[in-house]
C-alpha cells in the first residue's frame, strides 16, 4: 500500500501548474501537473470506487470547474475546486497517471478519468478495487477522524507519550493506528522503530518520555528520507522511488543488519509481516515473559 512519502509524491507531482515556460519563454504542458487545468468531463468505470456522491451529482458538480490546488491528508490526496473537494485514497494498490487524452487506450484497471479542456487527463487506476473516492464540501467530512501529521509541528514527544500511555496495544500496531499519526503504514514504522531500537512488541505503554522522543525523530526521519527517494517502489503497485534500496530491515529477512551484523527477522504483530534485529531491537525481560 502507498505510504505517506509515497502519496506525497504524487501530491507534489500534481501539485505542479498545468502551465510552465521554456528557456525561450514559451508556454509548455508539464505531463504531471493538474493545478489550473478544468475539468471537461468525466468518465467513472467502477461504480463502486465512488463512496460520496452520486455518479450524476460529480459530473454535475465538477465537469467545468478549475483545479485550483493539490494538497495531502494522511494517506488521501486531496484535489481542490474552488467549491469542492475531490478525495482519493489510494489503498492497496491505487495509483494515478496523467496523460494526453487519447493517447493511450483504457485500460483494463482504470477506475476513473478526469478530461481536461487543454487536451489532457487524470485517470485513477486501481487493480484490486479498494481505493475510494469522495467529492465533498468540507474535507473533514471524510478525514476528521485522523489522528495528527508526522512531519507537523503538532507531533511532539509529548503528544505521542500522552497516547502510548493511554493504550493496551503493542507499539507496532499502535503507531498504524491512522487515529493516532496519520501516514504511517507498514514500511515507515518498521523503519522507524530500527532507528529507535524498540523492538515492535514492546508495549506502548512501557516507552519512556526519552524513547517517544527518539521516536518522534525517527518517525520524521524515514518519512523525510523516503520523500527525498520519491517513495520505495516495492512492487507493481508504486513506481518510480528507490527508497527500497536504503531499507535498514524492511523486506531484509535473512540479511545482516546495517549496524551489528545479526540476521535480519520476520514476525507477525498485529497480523502483519514485521521487520527487525533481534539484537538492535531487543525485549525487556518483562515483555519477554508476557
Known sequence: MPELPEVETIVRSLANPATDSDESGQSTVLTRGIVGRTVQSVSLLWNKSLAF???ANLEKLIVGRKIMSVDRRGKFILINFDQQVLLIHLRMSG???VERSGDNEIRKHDRLILRFSDGWQMVFHDPRKFGRIWLVERVEEVTGGLGCEPLSSEFTAEYLFAHL?????RIKPFLLDQTIIAGLGNIYTDE???LSSIHPLTPARE???MQAESLVRSIRNVLEEGIRRNGASIDWVYRGGDFQNHFKVYQRTGEPCVLCGTIIERIVVGQR???LCPHCQRL???TAIN
Do not use: V
Open 165 to 169: 500511555q493511554s493504550t493496551t496495544r
Open 284 to 286: 525487556t525481560e518483562k
Open 53 to 55: 456522491p452520486s455518479t
Open 192 to 194: 522507524a522503530l530500527f
Open 95 to 97: 495509483d494515478i497517471r
Open 207 to 209: 516507552i519512556t518520555l
Open 273 to 275: 509481516g514485521t521487520h
